[in-house]
């Protein structure tokens, strides 16, 4: 059974940064694409960055060029850079995890709120 936790989030000022820690568990990290979620109040969960198990990124439009998903295979870990952020990324912030595209994946969320 994998389990995802995730850390980093916070409070922070507009213009700030944060970085978003996803921790996996088991041995199939390296096989599995990771990808981070967000979900605000109100609204439905939306993909806001994925890495495939080779590396290979993808962003939503509303974070191109201020945000960074990266992975270390020999930490178990995926992580998120947030940088010039902006008061509507505030949200909860999810990690997810796709083991050969059937097993799915999700940690508990990781609170980010970004003050005006």
């Known amino acids: 059974q994998v389990q995802l936790v995730e850390s980093g989030g916070g409070l922070v000022q507009a213009g700030g940064s944060l970085r978003l820690s996803c921790a996996a568990s088991?041995?199939?990290?390296?096989?599995?694409?990771m990808a981070w979620y967000r979900q605000a109040p109100g609204k439905q969960r939306e993909l806001v960055a994925d890495?495939?198990?080779?590396?290979?990124?993808n962003y939503a439009d509303s974070v191109k060029g201020r945000f960074n998903i990266s992975r270390d295979n020999s930490k178990n870990t995926v992580y998120l850079q947030m940088n010039s952020l902006k008061p509507e990324d505030t949200a909860v912030y999810y990690c997810?995890?796709?083991?050969?595209?059937?097993?799915?994946?999700w940690g508990q969320g990781t609170q980010v709120t970004v003050s005006s």
């Open positions: 890495i495939t198990s080779g590396g290979s990124t």
């Open positions: 088991g041995s199939i990290f390296s096989i599995s694409a």
């Open positions: 997810n995890q796709v083991v050969l595209g059937m097993d799915d994946y």
